[in-house]
């Protein structure tokens, strides 16, 4: 699976997933997301293990800040596809 975070300024941040790169490109194609990605408003993990790598990365500049709602967003997907435990 490929993760996606979309960080919109005016909207809070989205995260999810695409099967693979054909199902990103669909995706992509034509939607918010792929202007996100243009704008370099869009971050792409290409795994889980990337997108987990990233999220406990606490202190990745894009967390800090209001940021958090960006690492929050990718925690609720990581754990709504059973990639992190949800022990809290």
Do not use: H, N
């Not at 699976?1 to 005016?10: A, G, H, Q, R």
């Not at 500049?61 to 435990?85: M, S």
């Amino acid at each position: 699976m490929i993760y996606v975070l979309e960080l919109p300024e005016d909207q809070a941040p989205r995260a999810w997933f695409a099967y693979d790169t054909d199902d990103l490109a669909r995706k992509l194609d034509g939607c918010d997301a792929g202007e996100l990605l243009a704008r370099g408003r869009c971050r792409v993990f290409g795994d889980e293990s990337a997108a987990l790598a990233a999220f406990e990365r606490a202190d990745d500049p894009a967390w800090q800040g209001a940021g958090w709602r960006a690492r929050l967003a990718l925690r609720e997907q990581l754990i709504a596809l059973e990639v992190l435990a949800d022990d809290l």
